[in-house]
């Protein structure tokens, strides 16, 4: 099938969905692509209390949905699936979305970033199994249970603190002395009676792969060189993200760690492609950030398609 447009969004987190919102008051039916993490990160989280506007906190994903809702109200159009390959070479650009061809006279990049994972061959073999990078999804499995946390972020705290509901104790792994977490979340962390801290350490294996379950982390200590053997029933990782950009190839420029180069905040070096949200912001990352960058990419749109005179 094909399908024409005069705007595809690509992504439905925080950045995504605001741009739906603006380019569907615009008049503008944006067919917004909803991959395989729909609702973005802040659907896999829990309290935010940190967007303006909700005195209490909102729900995550409370916050995903309604964005959602305000957005197909105006006339945005769903769609799951994945782009497996993009053609940014030529006006209008084409998208292949499994056996469908989209083709759109201007694209928003709102695809985000996922979890990233240490790489041990043990990690992978055992997600699912006692290995996760979403405390919300999986931390129920492990009620009355001892956890390990990796990461020295907010989002390693942030994991910690909603797994203190379930297990029985929970250990911050860290790779160095000092954290990235802001002050208030780890000294939230730091407070918790369930939650202690080990820092200096990296993770070699996660044991028991042949079991198909975790029951202990290999540790190494980087100062000393010494290496223990930590019991857990799960790891979970809080160790940063990766923007999902890999599908552009060279079409588009890149930093070294993958994040989508732009200029005056969304422009791509294509004409027409606007970027936004996790997927070029290596800086703030914030969910306000990313949907005020989502307004900027859609009003850039209109401006696009104003200009070509349409
Ligand atoms: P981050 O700030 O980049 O922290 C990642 C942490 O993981 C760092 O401590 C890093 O260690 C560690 N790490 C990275 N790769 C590792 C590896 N291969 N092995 C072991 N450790 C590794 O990422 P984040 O915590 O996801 O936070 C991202 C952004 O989202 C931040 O701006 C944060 O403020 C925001 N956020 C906010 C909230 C909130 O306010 N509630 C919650 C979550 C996230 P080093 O420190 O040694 O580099």
New binding site residues.
């Given amino acids: 099938m094909k399908d024409a447009r005069k705007t595809v969004i690509l992504g439905t987190g925080c950045a995504g969905l605001t741009a739906a919102i603006y380019a569907a008051r615009a008049n503008l039916q944006p067919l917004v692509i909803e991959g395989h993490e729909p609702g973005g990160?802040l659907s896999l989280?829990t309290l935010?209390?940190?967007f303006p506007g909700f005195p209490d906190g909102v729900q995550g994903p409370e916050l995903i949905d309604n964005m959602r809702k305000q957005a197909a109200r105006f006339g945005a159009e769903f769609r799951m699936g994945h782009v497996s390959h993009a053609d940014l070479s030529h006006n209008p650009f084409t998208l292949r979305l499994g056996a469908d061809e989209i083709r759109s006279e201007t694209l928003i990049i709102a695809s985000g970033a996922s979890a990233?994972?240490?790489?041990l061959p043990s990690e992978q073999a055992l997600i699912g199994h006692g290995v996760s990078s979403c405390a919300t999804c999986d931390g129920f499995f492990f009620s009355g249970k001892e956890i390990a946390v990796?990461?020295?972020?907010?989002?390693?705290?942030?994991e910690a603190l909603f797994l203190t509901r379930f297990a029985t104790k929970v250990t911050i792994?860290?790779?160095?002395e000092?954290?990235?977490?802001?002050k208030?979340?780890l000294e939230r962390a730091q407070n918790h009676p369930k939650i202690q801290m080990m820092t200096n350490v990296?993770?070699e294996d996660v044991m028991d792969v042949e079991k198909k379950e975790v029951t202990a982390l290999k540790l190494r200590h980087v100062m000393t060189d010494d290496t223990t053997i930590f019991p857990t029933s799960a790891m979970f990782l809080?160790?940063?993200?990766v923007p999902n950009a890999a599908m552009f190839g060279d079409q588009l420029d890149r930093d070294p760690d993958g994040y989508l180069r732009t200029r005056d905040y969304v422009f791509t070096k294509v004409p027409g492609v606007f970027a936004c949200g996790d997927v070029q912001d290596r800086?703030?990352?914030?969910a306000i950030t990313a949907a005020g960058s989502g307004c900027m990419a859609a009003l850039e749109v209109e401006k696009f398609l104003e200009e070509r005179g349409e």
């Fill in positions: 990160q989280t935010v209390e940190n990233r994972w240490l790489g990796i990461g020295g972020g907010d989002s390693a705290m942030e792994l860290h790779r160095r000092q954290f990235r977490a802001s208030i979340m990296v993770v809080g160790i940063g993200h800086r703030y990352r914030q």
